[in-house]
Protein backbone atom coordinates (compact mmCIF):
# COMPACT_ATOMS: atom_id res chain seq x y z
CA UNK A 1 0.00 0.00 0.00
CA UNK A 2 1.57 3.57 -0.69
CA UNK A 3 2.67 5.35 2.04
CA UNK A 4 0.89 8.44 0.47
CA UNK A 5 -2.38 6.70 0.26
CA UNK A 6 -4.95 7.97 3.88
CA UNK A 7 -6.61 4.49 5.09
CA UNK A 8 -9.13 4.61 6.91
CA UNK A 9 -9.60 1.35 8.44
CA UNK A 10 -8.15 -1.83 7.55
CA UNK A 11 -8.49 -5.86 8.43
CA UNK A 12 -7.72 -9.20 7.37
CA UNK A 13 -5.97 -7.51 4.19
CA UNK A 14 -8.66 -5.62 2.88
CA UNK A 15 -8.57 -1.70 3.45
CA UNK A 16 -10.75 0.89 2.61
CA UNK A 17 -8.68 4.18 1.28
CA UNK A 18 -9.39 7.39 0.33
CA UNK A 19 -9.68 7.74 -3.25
CA UNK A 20 -7.16 9.35 -5.69
CA UNK A 21 -9.43 12.09 -8.11
CA UNK A 22 -10.40 10.09 -10.92
CA UNK A 23 -10.40 6.28 -9.55
CA UNK A 24 -14.20 5.91 -8.32
CA UNK A 25 -14.66 6.80 -11.98
CA UNK A 26 -11.98 4.64 -13.25
CA UNK A 27 -13.52 1.81 -11.42
CA UNK A 28 -17.20 2.44 -12.29
CA UNK A 29 -16.04 1.99 -15.74
CA UNK A 30 -14.27 -1.76 -15.14
CA UNK A 31 -17.57 -2.94 -13.24
CA UNK A 32 -19.73 -4.82 -14.97
CA UNK A 33 -22.42 -4.63 -12.32
CA UNK A 34 -25.54 -5.42 -13.76
CA UNK A 35 -27.40 -4.41 -10.49
CA UNK A 36 -26.64 -0.80 -11.28
CA UNK A 37 -29.51 1.41 -12.00
CA UNK A 38 -30.69 2.87 -15.41
CA UNK A 39 -29.99 6.49 -16.82
CA UNK A 40 -32.57 8.92 -15.98
CA UNK A 41 -32.17 11.98 -17.52
CA UNK A 42 -34.83 13.60 -15.12
CA UNK A 43 -33.21 15.29 -11.76
CA UNK A 44 -34.02 13.37 -8.74
CA UNK A 45 -36.28 15.18 -5.77
CA UNK A 46 -33.30 15.61 -3.93
CA UNK A 47 -29.77 14.79 -4.43
CA UNK A 48 -27.71 13.35 -1.20
CA UNK A 49 -23.78 13.89 -0.63
CA UNK A 50 -22.62 10.48 -1.26
CA UNK A 51 -19.24 9.63 0.16
CA UNK A 52 -17.25 6.80 -0.94
CA UNK A 53 -14.00 4.93 -0.55
CA UNK A 54 -12.08 2.92 -2.82
CA UNK A 55 -11.46 -0.92 -1.23
CA UNK A 56 -7.73 -2.04 -1.60
CA UNK A 57 -5.91 -4.77 -1.12
CA UNK A 58 -3.63 -3.89 1.64
CA UNK A 59 -0.75 -6.50 0.10
CA UNK A 60 -0.80 -5.62 -3.66
CA UNK A 61 -2.35 -2.07 -3.06
CA UNK A 62 -4.66 -3.23 -5.76
CA UNK A 63 -7.88 -1.48 -6.31
CA UNK A 64 -10.74 -4.05 -5.79
CA UNK A 65 -13.81 -1.94 -6.05
CA UNK A 66 -15.56 1.24 -4.37
CA UNK A 67 -18.16 1.34 -1.19
CA UNK A 68 -20.77 4.41 -0.95
CA UNK A 69 -22.66 6.00 1.59
CA UNK A 70 -24.91 8.57 2.24
CA UNK A 71 -27.40 10.12 4.80
CA UNK A 72 -31.40 8.55 3.89
CA UNK A 73 -34.32 10.38 6.02
CA UNK A 74 -36.93 8.54 7.98
CA UNK A 75 -38.53 11.87 9.44
CA UNK A 76 -38.02 15.23 10.30
CA UNK A 77 -35.41 14.95 12.89
CA UNK A 78 -31.52 13.76 12.80
CA UNK A 79 -32.76 10.85 15.11
CA UNK A 80 -34.61 10.10 11.52
CA UNK A 81 -31.86 9.66 9.75
CA UNK A 82 -29.82 6.88 8.69
CA UNK A 83 -26.51 5.89 6.24
CA UNK A 84 -27.42 4.18 3.29
CA UNK A 85 -24.44 2.01 1.69
CA UNK A 86 -23.93 0.41 -1.24
CA UNK A 87 -20.64 -1.28 -2.86
CA UNK A 88 -19.27 -2.18 -6.26
CA UNK A 89 -16.33 -4.76 -6.62
CA UNK A 90 -14.35 -5.14 -9.97
CA UNK A 91 -15.46 -8.76 -10.91
CA UNK A 92 -11.68 -10.25 -10.34
CA UNK A 93 -12.72 -9.29 -6.77
CA UNK A 94 -15.86 -10.62 -6.72
CA UNK A 95 -16.46 -14.48 -4.72
CA UNK A 96 -13.42 -14.05 -1.82
CA UNK A 97 -15.03 -12.43 1.00
CA UNK A 98 -13.94 -9.08 -0.25
CA UNK A 99 -17.17 -7.54 -0.53
CA UNK A 100 -18.42 -9.14 2.77
CA UNK A 101 -15.71 -7.70 4.84
CA UNK A 102 -15.76 -4.06 2.89
CA UNK A 103 -19.02 -3.64 3.70
CA UNK A 104 -18.45 -5.06 7.71
CA UNK A 105 -15.43 -2.08 7.93
CA UNK A 106 -17.76 0.82 6.33
CA UNK A 107 -20.67 -0.31 9.22
CA UNK A 108 -18.02 -0.41 11.91
CA UNK A 109 -16.35 2.99 10.49
CA UNK A 110 -19.94 4.43 10.25
CA UNK A 111 -20.44 3.21 13.72
CA UNK A 112 -17.32 4.87 15.14
CA UNK A 113 -17.18 7.64 13.32
CA UNK A 114 -20.43 9.47 13.32
CA UNK A 115 -23.63 9.62 15.67
CA UNK A 116 -26.15 7.86 13.37
CA UNK A 117 -27.28 4.72 14.73
CA UNK A 118 -28.71 3.09 12.07
CA UNK A 119 -27.03 1.69 8.61
CA UNK A 120 -29.27 0.04 5.96
CA UNK A 121 -28.43 -1.21 2.40
CA UNK A 122 -30.76 -2.30 -0.56
CA UNK A 123 -30.60 -4.76 -3.24
CA UNK A 124 -32.28 -5.85 -6.19
CA UNK A 125 -34.33 -9.17 -5.42
CA UNK A 126 -32.02 -11.16 -7.72
CA UNK A 127 -28.78 -10.44 -6.70
CA UNK A 128 -28.88 -13.18 -4.03
CA UNK A 129 -25.05 -13.13 -3.06
CA UNK A 130 -24.96 -9.55 -2.14
CA UNK A 131 -28.41 -10.29 0.37
CA UNK A 132 -25.95 -13.20 1.65
CA UNK A 133 -22.98 -10.73 2.79
CA UNK A 134 -25.36 -8.17 4.38
CA UNK A 135 -26.56 -10.87 6.47
CA UNK A 136 -23.34 -12.34 7.31
CA UNK A 137 -22.32 -8.57 8.87
CA UNK A 138 -25.16 -9.22 10.63
CA UNK A 139 -27.70 -6.57 9.00
CA UNK A 140 -31.39 -8.10 8.94
CA UNK A 141 -33.65 -8.64 6.05
CA UNK A 142 -36.36 -6.04 6.93
CA UNK A 143 -38.59 -5.88 3.97
CA UNK A 144 -39.02 -5.92 -0.21
CA UNK A 145 -39.26 -2.32 -1.76
CA UNK A 146 -41.35 -3.07 -4.62
CA UNK A 147 -40.47 -1.71 -8.01
CA UNK A 148 -37.99 0.89 -5.94
CA UNK A 149 -35.49 0.97 -9.27
CA UNK A 150 -36.08 1.43 -12.63
CA UNK A 151 -33.11 -0.95 -14.33
CA UNK A 152 -33.20 -1.82 -18.06
CA UNK A 153 -36.53 0.00 -18.52
CA UNK A 154 -38.36 -2.29 -16.52
CA UNK A 155 -39.18 -1.56 -12.80
CA UNK A 156 -37.09 -3.93 -10.49
CA UNK A 157 -38.22 -4.83 -6.42
CA UNK A 158 -35.17 -3.96 -4.14
CA UNK A 159 -34.77 -6.27 -0.63
CA UNK A 160 -34.42 -3.82 2.58
CA UNK A 161 -31.65 -4.92 5.22
CA UNK A 162 -30.61 -2.35 8.47
CA UNK A 163 -28.62 -2.84 11.56
CA UNK A 164 -28.50 -0.71 14.58
CA UNK A 165 -25.42 0.65 16.32
CA UNK A 166 -26.96 -1.83 19.58
CA UNK A 167 -26.73 -5.12 17.44
CA UNK A 168 -23.03 -4.71 16.99
Not at 94 to 104: D, E, F, K, S
Not at 117 to 134: I, P
Amino acid sequence: MSADRPVAVERDGIALVVPFPGEIEDLKAADDDVFEPGPDPRSPLATPTVRRFAVADLATGELLGRVNWFAVSHGPTFSCHAWEIGIGLLPTARGRGVGTLAQRLLVEYLFATTELDRVEASTDVDNVVEQRALERIGMRREGVLRGAQMRGGRRRDMVVYGILRADL
